[in-house]
Every structure is written in C-alpha cells, then in structure tokens.
C-alpha cells in the first residue's frame, strides 16, 4: 500500500504539469477572439432624432439610478418590509427568514401591489413619450398622477396637513393639487405608522405564549431556564397552526386595496 500511494504521490504532478502544458498549446493555437471596443465622444448630430434618442438615454440612466430610493419609499415596500422584520422579531427567530428571504418577498409582493399603478404609468405615460406623441413634461405630469393617487389613498389627513403646514401653503382644493414634495414625506410617516401598528397586533399572541411559559417555569422553581427556550417552539406551532404566512401576506395585500 505503501509503495501504490508513493506512486499515486509521484504521478500526479506530472500529470497535472502535462495538462497544464496541452491547455497553453491549445490556447496557442486557437484564433484570438476580437476584443470589442467602448467609444464615448461627442460629435454633431446627422438629424434630430439622433438627439432625441440620446436624451431619452440619459433620462432612462438618471430613472435607474434613482430607482432604489422610488422602490423603498414611494412604494408598499417599506410597510411591508417593517412588518415582516417586527414578525421575525414577535416568533424570537432572529435569523430565519434570513434577510434576503425577507428583502425578496417585501420585493416581490411590492411588484404585485404596485402592478396597477405601473401598468397605468407604462400605458399613459412612457409609451406614448417613447412614440413621440407627447412631450417630456405631459409624460412627467402623466406618470405622477397614478403614483400621487396611490400615495393619497394610504397617507393620512393628519400627516398630509402637517407638511401641509410645514410648507407653509394654502390648503389645496383638489389632490391634484398637492405637490409631490409635500406627498412623499407624508406618505413615509403614514407607511411608518401603519406597518407599527400590525406590528404590535402581530406581538400580541407571541408575548402572551411568552408570559404563560414563563409563569409556569416560575411556579415549578425553574429560575435558571430560559422562558425563550422553551416558548420558541410553541410560538413556532402556533404560527404553523393557523397558517401565519397566508394570513399575514393577506392581511398586508389588502391593506393597500
């Protein structure tokens, strides 16, 4: 044995050696692949559409650019992301979901929330600016209105007139007539609220599993046991039981209808 696993030993850099050796001739021999070239320069036009679509362009580029901060606060996603994380939080599993499960389904249940109002802004708004049959600031007027619409319906009057007041500006007659600088801050605090909220009824039936472990590890003297320990499962199968995760993705879909 001793001698087939110095052999073993002996061969196998040559063989690895020869490998690499065939690999180099290999790459030798083949045709080099042409590299493609990146050409940034600025030189006059042929015609004006050649302009047009190089604004387009840069419009398209500052859109993705400021897309993150669009999805995260003018959409359902931070209420959604809030109530899921204060759920992890309520069941005492810190690290399960993990936080990309957790990211993907906020984002994906963000997507089928927000559909309508995208598919508003595609139909009235962005088809139309890229067949040129409108101009720039009707297709930003146009784009606006759903996703204005959107946030007036989940933000509270309470909210909407503080910054109402804070701006300093007359009371507007029509939601069409509120800026979009006073819309955004008052949706976020709204969202904040809102996503508080189910949060603590979500807390409710976990902390009263949490005082009722704790009271009998009390009376039975076990001081030096963890109530966590032992409440964790149940609060497990209490949430399996009733089927948690439809209940709470039903609860936050519809609170937005």
Do not use: C
């Amino acid at each position: 044995m001793k001698r087939v696993k110095s052999r073993l030993n002996y061969k196998f850099p040559a063989v690895v050696l020869l490998l690499a050796l065939l690999m180099f001739a290999f790459a030798r021999e083949a045709p080099a692949a042409p590299l493609p070239a990146v050409d940034l320069s600025i030189r006059p036009a042929d015609s004006p559409d050649q302009v047009v679509d190089s604004v387009k362009l840069l419009v398209l580029l500052t859109l993705l650019s400021l897309a993150p901060a669009f999805l995260v606060m003018m959409t359902s996603f931070t209420r959604i992301i809030i109530v899921l994380s204060l759920l992890r939080t309520a069941l005492g599993v810190h690290q399960a979901p993990a936080n990309q499960i957790v990211i993907g389904l906020a984002l994906f249940l963000t997507v089928f929330i927000m559909a309508p109002v995208y598919r508003e802004i595609n139909d009235n708004s962005i088809q139309p600016y890229l067949q040129n049959q409108i101009s720039q600031e009707e297709a930003q007027e146009r784009g606006v209105k759903p996703l204005r619409d959107f946030m007036l319906r989940q933000t509270r009057e309470k909210d909407l007139g503080l910054f109402i007041s804070l701006a300093k500006m007359e009371k507007p007659e029509k939601p069409e007539d509120v800026p979009l600088h006073v819309v955004i801050p008052s949706f976020i605090i709204s969202e904040l609220k809102t996503a508080f909220e189910i949060g603590f009824l979500l807390f409710v039936p976990f902390l009263v599993i949490d005082m009722v472990v704790a009271s009998i590890l009390m009376s039975m003297g076990m001081f030096m046991l963890p109530p966590v320990m032992i409440s964790l499962p149940f609060k497990i199968l209490l949430f399996v039981m009733v089927d948690g995760w439809y209940l709470v993705v039903k609860s936050l879909v519809e609170s937005f209808r």
